[in-house]
């Protein structure tokens, strides 16, 4: 968690780590919960800062650790009111740049989140696929993006709160799975982030173990990204995960998922114009959701430089879409926000590093 010679950030600290190093300093346990409060709740960038602990015990604290938050290196506002932060984490060999991006709904602002820099899996169609994996997050930087918008939000619209959390951002969740757990135990709790299971949903290509552990653990909604109704074209458009985890197999784990009455599991279906998009597709998308009580989302593709696919034709969006109503399949056309930005879906990529981002 902590890097050689560097002190640990605390951030980086479950509630108990929190607790113990406390304990470790001469302090009683209950004490960890005004310090979370002031990591989570005021985001104070240094110990010296908990005005309400005593002089001695901020100072054996900032003697002990460190508070290390991401760093803002670009901030790029689209016209429909998404703001895509690029974020520089840590230093030295352990450098890395990630992007968040907050997105306005009517009534609330969601935030995607990253779990990794870069990713491993390689999708085809997906711009972070094609950096491979720098390195996983920390617990602390995974949150750290949510101080970074909660920041951003206080100075520029106090109006709308942050309501909903999704972990779809660059790397896939599931394979930082212990980071993402615990950052997700982090946002339950109520002297800190303070956010509610039914407001956290993270996103996967299918990973086993990990999907069936989060999918019985209730720690958040499970959504799939899916994108292909056959084997054979998952692993065209998507080969590492369609080869670790094939579709059959991706739908028998998800069928031991515990679902509530009210609860589904989300399919992510980014339609690629001419590749996934037509009527036979919807019909065989159509025999897998019967297996498993599930809504989809749809997403158009955003046509990204590099990269082989195309927007598909309105007309063939529509006409999906209807498929899937026609058969009492619950699905939403997601409109994809920040295309001017590179903040849409599959578009998420430390650009500027490419020399193609936009100030
Ligand atoms: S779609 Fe998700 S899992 Fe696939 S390469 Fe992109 S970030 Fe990774």
């Known amino acids: 968690m902590t890097l050689a010679g560097k002190k640990p950030n605390l951030l980086d600290l479950s509630f108990h780590q929190l607790e113990a190093l406390l304990v470790s300093l001469g302090e009683p346990p209950f004490r960890a919960r005004q310090v979370w409060q002031w ?18 015990l901020r100072e054996r604290l900032a003697e002990a650790a460190e508070i290390r938050m991401p760093r803002v290196a670009q901030k790029l506002e689209s016209s429909d009111g998404t703001v895509k932060f ?13 992007e968040t991006v907050l997105i306005p709904e009517k009534t609330h602002y969601t935030q995607c989140l990253s779990t990794q820099a870069g990713c491993a899996m390689a999708c085809t169609f997906c711009r972070t696929g094609q950096m491979g994996l720098t390195r996983n997050l920390t617990p602390g930087e995974i949150l750290g993006q949510i101080l970074v918008a909660k920041a951003h939000l206080a100075a520029v619209d106090t109006r709308l709160n942050l309501r909903n959390l999704v972990f779809m951002g ?14 997700i135990e982090a946002l339950h709790h109520p002297q800190g982030l303070d956010f509610s299971t039914r407001r956290i949903t993270v996103s996967t290509v299918g990973i086993v ?11 958040g909604a499970l ?57 036979q597709q919807a019909k065989e998308l159509v025999r897998i959701l019967s297996h498993v009580k599930g809504k989809v989302n ?62």
Not at 39 to 56: D, E, H, I, R
Not at 170 to 183: C, H, K, S, T
Not at 210 to 218: A, C, D, K, T, V
Request: with cysteine; charged share 25%.
């Open 39 to 56: 990591l989570w709740q005021k985001a104070v960038a240094s110990p010296l800062s908990m005005t309400n602990l005593s002089k001695a």
């Open 86 to 98: 690029v974020l520089d984490l840590d230093e030295g060999e352990n450098a890395a740049s990630i």
């Open 170 to 183: 660059m790397g896939e969740p599931l394979l930082n799975y212990n980071n993402l757990l615990q950052a």
């Open 209 to 219: 173990p990990g999907i069936l552990e989060f999918g019985r653990s209730g720690m």
């Open 223 to 279: 959504a799939v990204s899916l994108h292909a109704p056959t084997q054979e074209l998952r692993e065209k458009i998507m080969p590492k995960a369609a080869k670790a985890l094939p579709l059959n197999k991706l739908i028998e784990t998800l069928k031991q998922i515990p679902l509530k009455p009210r609860e589904t599991i989300t399919f992510e279906y980014v339609l690629l114009g001419g590749v996934n998009d037509s009527l």
């Open 298 to 359: 749809l997403i158009a593709y955003n046509e990204s430089p590099g990269l082989p696919y195309k927007t598909p034709d309105p007309a063939a969006v529509e006409a999906f879409q209807k498929a899937l109503w026609d058969k009492g399949i619950t699905v939403t056309l997601r409109k994809s926000k920040g295309r001017d930005i590179f903040a849409a879906c599959g578009q998420l990529l430390a650009a500027h590093e490419m020399g193609e981002e936009k100030e």
